[in-house]
C-alpha cells in the first residue's frame, strides 16, 4: 500500500480527542450558572441502577410566564410576602429611574444600547451602539478588570435597578482572556445573604489590548431587599424532593430519601436517588420573580433513565416555579462515506511478512446513514440535531468525539480543519491509491482530507460505543463526564 501520512497522525490526533472530549463532554444546556452546565446527554445519564424511563417530555415551565388565575394568586402571595405591592405607579417610577440612567451613560459620552430581558423589567445586554467604532463603556482603570466594571456598575446601579450596596456584594467568580488573547472577561454572581440568585449572574467583556469596558450581560435580579428576604425553609430537603417529583408524576415517600451529605452550613443536601437514577443534590436559591420580589427556593436536577430535569420549587409551600428539561438528544441521521474495516486496503489477518512489499487490493467505500450505533443508550448521538442548515452546518464535533486536521504547527484543530455539511452528509469522492497534493495551513481542505477526517470521526465514535457496550460506563467509573 502507498504510505499516506494524513490517516495515521488524524487517527493518533482523532483517538487522543475522543478521549478528552469522553472526560469533558459536552456542556450545552441549562444550568442556572457557569457551574451547572454539566453534561447532560444520553451518555450521562447511562449508568446507575435501572428505572423505568419516561418516554415522552414533560414540558418547561416558568411561572412568571404563566397566566393561569392560580399562578397569579401565587405571584399576589409572593408580593404580599416581600412586602412589595407592585403597583402600576411603582413599575413606572422604575421605569423612569431605568431610562433616566440610560441618558445619563449617554451624557457621559457613551454611545449606549441597552436590550431588556425576556420579562421587560432589567436590561440583559447593556453595550455600546451599532457602529460606533472605538466606543466603550468604560476606560481601563488602572487597577484591573474587575475594578473598571465594579466602578461601572456602581455609577450606573440604577440601570440595573440595583444600589451601591448591592454592587458590593456581587461575588467575582471568574476573570480571565480568551486563549486567542482577543477579549477579557470578568463574571459575577450574585448572591443574598449568602444565598446565591437563581439565574443571577453578569459578565463584563472587556477589550484585551486596552482594557476598556465594551459590554455588560447577565440576568441579575433588581430591586432585592436583602434584609427583608428570609433565610428559613419550613419544607425539609426531602420534602422538597417529593414537591419536585411530584411535577413529573412520580410519587415520592420522603422517609425513603437518605441524607449523605450536608454542606455550606445546610444550604446544600445530597440525598439517595429514590426513583431516579443519580442521588440528588437539592440546594437553596432565592428565586427573583419580578424587580422588588424573589422567594426562597429548591432547586435540584432530577434524573431519569432517557430525560434530566432541573427543578426549582417553593422552599415554604413546594409549589412549582421552574423547570427545564435539560437533555439534549438526537434524532436526525448522518450521512458517512467510510471504509468498514480496519484500512482502505486491508490485511488482516495475514501471513504476509515485513519487507516483501505485500500490497492488498483496495475496498469500497460503505455509506451508513445513522444516529450512532448504540441507540439503545446514546440519546445524544454522534452529531446533535439541528446543525445542518446554515449558519450552523453539521461538522465532526459531536457528544463523544471531536475530530479534524492540524496543519498549522500550533497543538489543536484548525480553524478550517473539520469538513462540514449543510445536507447532514459527510460522502466525499477521493481515491487513496492516488498521490494527492496535500493543500497548506489556511486553505480548504481537499475531497481527500474531508473524507480521511470523516472516517476517524466515524471509526473513534464507533470505537467508543463498542468500548461502552463491554462496560466502559459511569457507573462502572470510568470517564464518562
Known sequence: ???????????????????????????????????????????????????????????????????????????????????????????????????????????????????????????????????????????????????????????????????????????????????????????????????????????????AVDARLARTTGNLAAGLNEAALTTDARLSPADAVRAAAGTLNYKLDPSSLRASAVEHGGQATTLSSGAFTRDIKIELRYFPLEPGVATLAYALTLWERVNAYHILVGADDGRLLWRKNITSTQSQPVAYSVYDNDSPAPLSPSNALPGTNTQAPYTSRTTFNLVSELTAFDDLGWITDGAGPTPTPATTTGNNVDAGLDRDGTDGIDPAGRPTSATRSFIYTYDPAVDDPIPPAGSPMSEYQKGAVTNLFFWSNRYHDRLYELGFTEAARNFQQ
Request: glycine share 10%.
Open 1 to 207: 500500500m502507498k504510505n499516506r501520512t494524513l490517516f495515521l497522525p488524524a487517527i493518533i490526533f482523532a483517538v487522543f480527542t475522543a478521549l478528552v472530549v469522553w472526560s469533558n463532554a459536552p456542556r450545552r444546556v441549562s444550568g442556572e450558572s457557569k457551574k451547572g452546565r454539566g453534561k447532560v446527554g444520553a451518555a450521562a445519564e447511562r449508568g446507575g441502577k435501572a428505572t423505568p424511563g419516561r418516554k415522552t417530555e414533560i414540558e418547561n415551565y416558568d411561572i412568571r410566564r404563566d397566566e393561569s388565575e392560580e399562578s397569579r394568586a401565587a405571584f399576589d402571595g409572593y408580593r404580599q410576602a416581600a412586602g412589595a405591592k407592585q403597583t402600576l405607579a411603582a413599575r413606572r417610577s422604575r421605569e423612569r429611574m431605568q431610562q433616566r440612567a440610560r441618558e445619563i451613560l449617554s451624557e457621559r459620552g457613551a454611545r449606549v444600547k441597552v436590550e431588556l430581558n425576556a420579562f421587560g423589567n432589567a436590561p440583559e445586554i447593556v453595550g455600546v451602539a451599532d457602529g460606533c467604532t472605538g466606543c466603550a463603556l468604560a476606560a481601563a482603570s488602572g487597577a484591573g478588570n474587575e475594578a473598571t466594571a465594579r466602578a461601572f456598575l456602581s455609577r450606573n446601579a440604577a440601570l440595573y435597578g440595583l444600589d451601591a450596596r448591592a454592587v458590593a456584594a456581587l461575588k467575582k467568580v471568574a476573570d480571565y482572556t480568551n486563549p486567542s488573547g482577543n477579549l477579557s472577561w470578568v463574571e459575577f454572581e450574585q448572591e443574598l445573604n449568602g444565598i446565591p440568585v437563581f439565574q443571577g449572574y453578569l459578565r463584563a467583556a472587556f477589550t
